[in-house]
C-alpha cells in the first residue's frame, strides 16, 4: 500500500459513519453516489475496506472481552456485564464493527447536534460551518449534525429555507418526521406538517422520501419551481411560484387569489394575539397582495376596506374579529 492510500484517522472515522449509512435496507440514490465521491479520495478506500473486513470478523470478536470494552468505550456506554444477545440483522452487528474500527481508529466521536430556535414572530438566520446557510421561521426549531460523511438537520417543527453549499462527499439530509429531503448542492424550503411536511424547491435538485421501510416508503424527486406536500393518501409534486412561496424569508407574506381564511391562518403564525374569521362566505374571499410579516394591523385594515368587513377587537384577549358588516358582533 503505497503512502498516498494509507488511510488517517479522519478517513478510519467517515468510514465507520459511511458503513453504518450504507448498511440498512434503504440508502436514498444520492447518499450513495456521495459515498461513491468519498471512496475516490486517497485512503478512503483502504479505510472502508477496514471497516467491512472488520465487520467480517464481528460475529466471532463480538464476545471477547477486550473487543466488548472498546466498542463500549467508543460509544460512551457502560462495559456490558452479560453476554451480547445475537444479532437479528446486519444492520446490529455493523454497530458492534463500527465501534471497533472507531477504537482502533483513536475513538468515534457522537458529536451532540447544534440546537436553534425561534419564538412566535420571531425569523434568525443561521450560518452553518459548511458554508450553508439555514433561515429559520416563526415557532421553528431544527438540530444541526454535521459530520465528516452527512450533513443531518433535524425540523423538530415549524419552517425553514436551506441554502446547501455543495459537497458531493456529504449529503445534506433534512428529516421533518417521517419525511426526508436529500440534497448535495440547491436551495429548499421546508415546513413540517402534522402528518408529513411541504418541502419546496427553489434551485438545483432534490429526493424527498416518506417513510423509511424500503418497501412502504414514497420517494420523489423535485425539480426547481416544484412542490410536494408529504401528508395525505395520494401526494405528488405540483408546480409553485417558488419566490412566493419562500417570500416569508425575506420579511414578506405574498398572496395571490388566496381565501381570507387561508391569508389569516398564515399571519396568526407570527402573532400572538390572533385574527379570527367569521364563519360562512366571509372566509372564501379572495385575497392578493404583499403585506409585512408580523404588519397585521396593516392586513386587517386592507381586508376591512377591500371586503366591507367590519372588525371587532375582543376586551379579554385582545383577538381580532373579521365579520361583515351590519352582522352585530360587539366587543367580546
Known amino acids: 500500500m503505497s503512502l498516498s492510500t494509507v488511510p488517517t484517522d479522519q478517513a478510519r472515522r467517515e468510514a465507520t459513519e459511511w458503513f453504518a449509512r450504507l448498511n440498512k435496507l434503504d440508502v436514498p440514490l444520492a447518499e450513495m453516489q456521495a459515498w461513491k465521491l468519498w471512496l475516490d479520495a486517497p485512503g478512503n478506500k483502504a479505510a472502508y475496506d477496514e471497516v467491512d473486513a472488520f465487520w467480517r470478523k464481528s ?12 466498542v463500549a468505550n467508543a460509544l460512551g456506554r457502560a462495559t456490558p456485564t452479560a453476554p451480547a444477545a445475537k444479532p437479528r440483522r446486519r444492520g446490529l452487528t455493523a454497530a458492534v464493527a463500527m465501534g ?3 477504537a482502533i481508529a483513536g ?33 421553528s426549531r431544527v438540530s444541526v449534525r454535521l459530520t465528516g460523511a452527512r450533513r443531518d438537520i433535524r425540523l423538530g417543527r415549524g419552517q425553514a429555507l436551506f441554502d446547501v453549499a455543495h459537497d458531493g462527499r456529504r449529503p445534506f439530509v433534512v428529516t421533518a418526521g417521517a419525511t426526508s429531503v436529500t440534497a448535495l448542492g440547491t436551495r429548499f424550503d421546508v415546513r413540517r406538517e402534522a402528518s408529513g411536511a411541504t418541502v419546496t424547491l427553489v434551485r438545483g435538485a432534490v429526493e424527498v422520501r416518506q417513510g423509511s421501510a424500503a418497501d412502504t416508503s414514497q420517494v420523489w424527486r423535485l425539480t426547481p419551481g416544484q412542490r410536494v ?3 395525505g393518501a395520494a401526494p405528488r409534486p405540483s408546480p409553485v411560484d417558488a ?7 425575506s420579511g414578506r407574506l405574498v398572496f395571490h387569489a388566496v381565501p381570507l381564511r387561508a391569508a389569516v391562518a398564515e399571519f396568526n403564525r407570527y402573532e400572538r394575539q390572533k385574527i379570527e374569521v367569521a364563519d360562512g362566505p366571509v372566509g372564501d374571499e379572495l385575497v392578493s397582495g404583499v403585506f409585512a410579516v408580523g404588519d397585521s394591523e396593516t392586513f386587517v385594515g386592507s381586508m376591512a376596506d377591500l ?10 384577549d385582545g383577538t381580532i374579529r373579521l365579520t361583515r358588516a351590519g352582522d352585530g358582533d360587539g366587543a367580546r
Not at 460475529?59 to 472498546?70: G, V
Request: overall charge negative; cysteine-free; charged content about 25%.
Open 59 to 70: 460475529e466471532a470478536l463480538k464476545d471477547d472481552p477486550d473487543i466488548k470494552a472498546a
Open 100 to 102: 471497533v474500527v472507531a
Open 107 to 139: 475513538g468515534y466521536v457522537l458529536w451532540a447536534p447544534k440546537v436553534y430556535s425561534t419564538g412566535v414572530g420571531e425569523q434568525r438566520t443561521i450560518q452553518l460551518s459548511d458554508g450553508s446557510t439555514v433561515v429559520l421561521d416563526t415557532d
Open 229 to 231: 406536500a408529504t401528508q
Open 243 to 249: 419566490d412566493t412561496a419562500t417570500s416569508w424569508a
Open 307 to 316: 371586503h366591507d368587513l367590519a372588525v371587532v377587537r375582543s376586551d379579554k
